[in-house]
């Protein structure tokens, strides 16, 4: 069994700082194989908050696979953003901005879907795509491919964000190339489901983490996930801290399972 913790949106500069020793005591006692971090480490890309938030991660415990968020790159330094949008990022967490993970049972890859050009709204490239497939082809046949990025791949009706460009061409290429995970942040809000699907069958399962540490919440408590990875099989336990709450807890349990019609719900509690 592989299991793999993911955090998102952690926005330090504009975080809860109650919440930051509960999150790190309850990221480290998943015993997780990895952390995936899916972007907007900071609230403005300050030097100050990057720093912040590398220190967080420095006491995960588990390795951690991080990609940058859409702000993650500066916003009010015009020079900075179009010069050299990823330098800080780069200087502070990771000089990657797209990787390749193997773990047991399992290799994740970190895409970088956050457009310099633009506030909010992500894209995806070419690159990104063929280096997923290339990791996906190689290996095991039975290990779990997933994907990390910051920006999601299909949205809930009425959401307050544009999908990014390219998104339903490229949860499909990431299907066809044998992705079952897709692990996302950027709308501080809940979802597990499966999605792309083809005759009938959901190919893939994503997993949007609303907000770890944020004060911007969208009517949701601040969470992360906890999930664990046996053949056909994914259970993901939703850790939250309720306003006022100084701890997270399981609040629901989602599992689904592979079968011949694709990915189905196998019973949520």
């Given at each position: 069994m592989t299991c793999i913790v993911h955090l998102s949106d952690l926005h330090f500069g504009c975080i809860q700082p109650s919440l930051t020793e509960p999150l790190i005591e309850a990221v480290n006692a998943a015993g997780a194989h990895a952390v995936a971090v899916s972007g907007d480490l900071t609230q403005r890309a300050r030097t100050s908050q990057f720093r912040a938030a590398r220190a967080f991660l420095d006491r995960i415990e588990a390795p951690v696979v991080v990609v940058p968020g859409n702000h993650d790159v500066p916003l009010f330094n015009p020079f900075l953003r179009l010069a050299r949008p990823f330098a800080r990022y780069r200087r502070w967490i990771d000089d990657r901005l797209e990787s390749v993970h193997d773990l047991p049972g399992a290799v994740l890859v970190g895409l970088n879907t956050v457009d310099p050009w633009r506030h909010q709204r992500g894209r995806i490239g070419e690159g990104g795509l063929a280096l997923a497939c290339a990791a996906f082809a190689g290996g095991p046949s039975d290990r779990w491919k997933i994907v990390v990025a910051h920006h999601p791949f299909d949205q809930a009706p009425g959401s307050r964000k544009k999908l990014m460009r390219g998104?339903?061409?490229?949860?499909?290429?990431?299907?066809?190339?044998?992705?079952?995970?897709?692990?996302?942040?950027?709308?501080?809000s809940w979802r597990a489901e499966p999605f792309v699907e083809t005759r009938g069958q959901r190919r893939?399962?994503?997993?949007?983490?609303?907000?770890?540490?944020?004060?911007?919440?969208?009517?949701?408590?601040?969470?992360?996930?906890?999930?664990?990875?046996?053949?056909?099989?994914?259970?993901?336990?939703?850790?939250?801290?309720?306003?006022?709450?100084?701890?997270?807890d399981r609040i629901e349990r989602f599992a689904f399972r592979h079968t011949s019609m694709g990915w189905l719900p196998g019973g949520a509690t």
């Open positions: 998104a339903g061409a490229a949860a499909a290429r990431l299907a066809d190339c044998g992705a079952h995970l897709v692990l996302s942040g950027h709308l501080h893939m399962v994503q997993v949007h983490a609303g907000t770890g540490l944020s004060r911007r919440l969208r009517n949701e408590p601040n969470d992360f996930c906890v999930m664990r990875l046996d053949a056909d099989r994914l259970t993901i336990d939703r850790m939250a801290a309720p306003p006022g709450a100084t701890r997270f």
